[in-house]
């Protein structure tokens, strides 16, 4: 019997991570153990700063304003400046979110989107961008090339280092996707999460005042500490960019009870303070890269895009779902491109600690 209740759910694909179960079984059963190089989740500690941070503000007794404190904005917004070279930044340019996957859920209902609306995402992406388009019922393009949307575009998603591929954008391609979200009146929502990790090409913010043209007009940077500091269980994220767009998502979010808790503020403000934490972090990551990337390469893998991020974008030239019961015959599992909108590639993460890296490295290469 389908229940009223299921209405929502209904406009949603199956969830794809409950795909993976039969290769995760198999994977597990490698007299080695699994090395689960499938999901994006950090696995090396939190920063210690951050964790004092965290437990020095624990007398939260009172509401947190949805806002943020004056001491987060001020973090966000110095971050930005002196690591990304944004300029023009003040408090009502910037706001803390839950994490950032609740914000690209919810952005296109939040803006009052509705099915009136065009939402373009990019054609191989993480699937949580379509997701937002359905929950808002809004019309939805894939698409990579600014000058290949089809329509007039209300929202406009990119990610660059991209997630699951690893591209990483040139600064052309970054002030095309601006002038083209401005010609259409639409905001362009750029999620940099991976930006602190670029390998073979350097990333670029869509604040940075060249490419933006000094003018923070329909740009919404998607930023979020999950990645860089290791802490996606603190849900530690923010937007910046159009004062009046993120005004307006403020009001909503106030009604909606949307706010950061006072500890996990308190502890960003630390993680966005220190950047000797995210080349530590860097260097481990660097470190796994190299070794998958190698073994990956001798196993008959092709590499594609992957100059940033912490993903290696892999084939062998086969159905994705062929490649990974393959790999799970070895005891890793890695995630199929399917759940991006690719058939073919495999999202091989370096989220695993080094001693089940090196195990994966040694099975690919036996």
């Known amino acids: 019997m389908v229940s009223r209740w299921t209405r929502v759910s209904a406009k949603l694909p199956v969830f794809p991570w409950d795909t993976l179960a039969e290769a995760k079984a198999t994977a597990a059963a490698h007299?080695?153990?699994?090395?689960?190089?499938?999901?994006?989740?950090?696995?090396?500690?939190?920063?210690?700063?951050?964790?004092?941070?965290?437990?020095?503000a624990s007398d939260a007794h009172g509401y947190p304003t949805t806002w943020g404190t004056a001491a987060l904005r001020a973090a966000i917004i110095d971050y930005l400046t002196v690591r990304w070279q944004a300029e023009g930044l003040d408090d009502p340019n910037v706001l803390p979110v839950i994490g950032t996957k609740e914000i690209v859920a919810w952005l296109p209902t939040q803006m009052g989107l509705g099915p009136d609306d065009l939402v373009v995402i990019p054609a191989t992406a993480y699937p949580t961008y379509d997701v937002g388009a359905r929950l808002a019922g809004c019309r939805l393009q894939l698409c990579d090339d600014?000058?290949?949307?089809?329509?007039?575009?209300?929202?406009?998603?990119?990610?660059?280092?991209?997630?699951?591929?690893?591209?990483v954008a040139s600064d052309d391609l970054l002030h095309r996707w601006i002038t083209t979200a401005r010609e259409h009146g639409a905001v362009l929502a750029s999620d940099e999460c991976y930006g602190e990790f670029g390998w073979d090409a350097e990333p670029a913010s869509v604040v940075r005042?060249?490419?933006?043209?000094?003018?923070?007009?329909?740009?919404?940077?998607?930023?979020?500490?999950?990645?860089?500091?290791?802490m996606a269980g603190y849900r530690a994220?923010?937007?910046?960019?159009?004062?009046?767009?993120?005004?307006?998502?403020?009001?909503?979010?106030?009604?909606?009870?949307?706010?950061?808790?006072?500890?996990?503020?308190?502890?960003?403000?630390?993680a966005l303070g220190d950047q000797d934490h995210v080349e530590v972090q860097r260097e481990r990551y660097g470190r796994r890269r190299g070794l998958l990337k190698q073994a990956l390469l001798a196993a008959g893998f092709r590499i594609d895009h992957s100059q940033g991020s912490i993903y290696l974008w892999a084939t062998r030239g086969e159905n994705c779902r062929t490649t990974i019961d393959w790999l799970a015959q070895r005891g890793i599992l890695a995630a199929p491109g399917d759940f991006y909108g690719d058939d073919e590639h495999v999202r091989v993460a370096l989220t695993a600690l080094d001693e089940r890296v090196q195990a994966a490295a040694e099975r690919l290469l036996a």
């Open 146 to 167: 600014p000058d290949e949307i089809d329509g007039r575009a209300s929202l406009i998603w990119i990610n660059y280092p991209a997630n699951p591929s690893g591209a």
């Open 209 to 230: 005042p060249d490419l933006c043209e000094g003018s923070l007009d329909n740009i919404l940077l998607v930023n979020s500490l999950s990645k860089r500091s290791n």
């Open 237 to 270: 994220g923010y937007l910046a960019g159009d004062a009046g767009l993120i005004t307006e998502l403020l009001e909503v979010r106030k009604h909606s009870g949307m706010m950061v808790p006072t500890p996990i503020q308190a502890a960003m403000v630390a």
């Open 31 to 56: 007299p080695g153990g699994l090395v689960d190089l499938s999901v994006g989740t950090p696995v090396d500690p939190t920063p210690e700063i951050v964790r004092e941070a965290l437990a020095g």
